[in-house]
């Protein structure tokens, strides 16, 4: 079965700082897709990014940057310059293409980023 | 446009009583889900619409009653709940399966006294 590792329960920044949130996944097939989500506390799952299992190139998007390495089964997200409003509660999950399997999410990271 | 939007956003319910959750999408998706959040938890999938058809069913007590009455809208019925119900519920869509993104409405609170 598909299994999703936030390790990180909890992260505190001070605005400015970089931060890298960690994913690790676990999977039988070859073909799946991760996501990122954003939690803010209103409470709505905000889409960040969706990576196919064939596309190991990592992205950038703003701030925001993730990498993605089958070898070690990782895809982890780094917020560059942190801001206040980056503080959320941050979800990676895990789709399998072939078994058509729900959507896993991991457990969560909450980050704080203080002023 | 990528909305979903939910309805109510807050909602106080009686054990004996029956209420509806609403949600809607008009991004062409075809396929639905509601998921549960409990506090400092992640979400939880309830149930899965595929073309109108539920598809997936994660073993949830039968006093949640889903309805997908066309391509647009989802509802979920409510019905004799529990206090350990209370939860955030949130709607989703996608374009075709669960292997495309899933874009999330705003939730409702539910509280059930």
């Known amino acids: 079965a598909q299994k999703v590792t936030q390790a990180q329960t909890e992260i505190s920044v001070v605005e400015k700082e970089d931060v890298t949130l960690d994913c690790v996944y676990e999977t039988r097939d070859t073909t799946y897709y991760l996501f990122w989500y954003k939690q803010p506390p209103s409470g709505e799952l905000v889409f960040l990014i969706r990576?196919?299992?064939?596309?190991?190139q990592n992205e950038i998007s703003g701030r925001y940057s993730w990498n993605f390495q089958k070898s070690t089964s990782s895809f982890n997200f780094t917020i560059t310059a942190s801001q206040v409003v980056d503080s959320a509660v941050y979800f990676c999950a895990l789709s399998e293409a072939v078994n058509n399997n729900d959507m896993r999410f991991g457990a969560g990271t909450r980050l704080t980023v203080k002023p | 446009d990528t909305e979903v939007t939910q309805t109510p956003k807050h909602l106080v319910m009686g054990m004996t009583n029956k209420k509806s959750l609403k949600c809607e999408q008009h991004?062409?998706?075809?396929?639905m889900y509601w998921y549960k959040q409990k506090a400092k938890k992640p979400p939880e999938l309830m149930f899965v619409?595929?073309?109108?058809?539920?598809?997936i069913n994660e073993s949830v007590p039968s006093r949640f009653s889903p309805e997908c009455p066309n391509s647009s809208l989802l509802n979920l019925h409510l019905h004799a709940l529990q206090p350990e119900d209370s939860a955030l519920y949130l709607c989703?869509?996608?374009?075709?399966?669960?292997?495309?993104?899933?874009?999330f409405g705003p939730g409702t609170r539910l509280t059930v006294l």
């Open positions: 991004m062409g998706h075809r396929a």
């Open positions: 990576r196919n299992s064939f596309d190991e």
């Open positions: 989703a869509s996608s374009q075709d399966s669960q292997r495309d993104t899933q874009y």
């Open positions: 619409y595929s073309y109108e058809k539920l598809s």
